[in-house]
Structures are given as C-alpha cells and as structure tokens.
C-alpha cells in the first residue's frame, strides 16, 4: 500500500469554480500535512502547510485535514486560469527522515 | 534571492556515460534531497543529506550516487546510467525535516 494516495486526474473546471484535490494517507503517525503546486515545466512550490485537524485557509485556498480518516483535502474558491497546475500533497512526520509526496492531480481551469 | 540551482536543465546522453547533474542552494539549508518524477509515480525521493557528509538512501537509491562535501551543494551521479533512469529529476533542500521544502526547476534526462 502506497503511503499516499491521490487521484491523477486530469480535472478540469470553468473558471469560478470551486475545485476540491483530496489525498488519502496511511500512516498514522504523520503530523504535517503540506501542499505543493506545480506549474509546467518548473519545480514543486509550497502551497499550504497545517499541521493540525480542522481547516486552514489563505485567500481562496483551504486545506483541510482528517487525521481520524487520514484524509486530507485543498478547496480553491473562485478558481483561475492561473490555477491550472498538478498539485500535490504531501504529509509527514517530524521524526521521520524522508517526505512523501502524492502523485499529483493536474488541474486544468478554463477560461 | 534564495534558490535551488540545478544543472543542466536538459541532457541526452546514451547508456553507460557517467554524468552528474549539479545542485546547488543559497539558503544555508542544511537538509537537502534528490527526486525523480516519472508520470503516475509522482515525486520519489532517490537520496537525501541532513547534513555535511551525512547522506542516506530514499525509496529508489539504486543506480545513484550522492556527496555532500559543503553544505550549499548536493551532486547526483550516475556512474553508469541506464534507459530506466530517463526521468524528470528535482533537487530541494529544507531548514530541517519537516520543513517546506525549495524545489530546483528540474533537469529532464534522455538515457539513449
């Protein structure tokens, strides 16, 4: 079993959409919970970070998180052509030595 | 500003014709980790450094070699390379783990 799990997609949506990018883990012991996006042809950057149940928001991102579940989720509100980009997910520990990364959604958002 | 520098961008070469593919940071990161990305496989981590001459193997070491002899660079050589390592390689490094990490732009390899 995979440590993560993501959806491949590709998932595309008009502008204005709500987008939502879930993951599922398997680790219990994972107690950050990050997001990456990835434009084409460029390096991960780093979306959101949380580290605790519950939702956190930035602007028109919202990462939430199920650690009973082990779920975790990205909720982009009024979504842009600028959003278009595969996004990855990325949980861990602070006492593990390595990080995990989901396999990426791409997300395509028409104008 | 602060960034993850790697080099090249882009190589073909043919089995078997050792290369190195450069990573450098300037954010005085003391964490610092190779990935390859292959489609349906995402990010993979190959090596990774929590330190000056302290290197250990990620979930697909085979084939690679590391070294960390200063702190702000982090080689990834193949000795002998195969068609199976063409990939989309991605070097990063980190305050520590746990930490987000900074992301090179990439090197896409072509093994012939």
């Known amino acids: 079993q995979k440590e993560v799990e993501q959806d491949p997609g590709p998932l595309s949506v008009p502008e204005g959409a709500i987008v939502s990018l879930n993951c599922t883990y398997s680790n219990s012991a994972f107690q950050y919970f990050m997001w990456y996006r990835q434009y084409s042809r460029k390096g991960p950057e780093l979306l959101m970070y949380?580290?605790?149940?519950g939702n956190k928001e930035d602007g028109r991102f919202t990462a939430q998180v199920d650690k009973s579940s082990k779920y975790i989720s990205l909720f982009i509100r009024d979504s842009q052509p600028s959003d278009s980009a595969t996004y990855l997910c990325?949980?861990?520990?602070?006492?593990?030595?390595?990080?995990?990364f989901g396999s990426g959604t791409k997300l395509n958002v028409k104008p | 500003e602060a960034q993850v520098t790697q080099n090249p961008r882009y190589l073909i070469t043919v089995t078997g014709k050792k290369l190195t593919v450069t990573c450098s940071q300037n954010m005085n990161h003391e964490y610092m980790s190779w990935y390859r990305q292959d489609p349906g496989l995402g990010l993979r981590q190959i090596y990774y450094s929590m330190n000056v001459e302290v290197t250990d193997k990620g979930d697909v070491p085979e084939g690679y070699k590391v070294s960390r002899k200063e702190k702000r660079n982090f080689p990834l050589i193949l000795e002998s390379p195969s068609p199976n390592q063409t990939s989309l390689y991605f070097c990063?490094?980190?305050?520590?783990?746990?930490?987000?990490?900074?992301f090179g732009d990439g090197t896409r390899l072509s093994i012939l």
């Open positions: 949380t580290y605790s149940s």
């Open positions: 990063a490094s980190s305050s520590g783990v746990g930490q987000p990490q900074h």
């Open positions: 990325a949980p861990g520990a602070y006492n593990f030595n390595k990080f995990y």
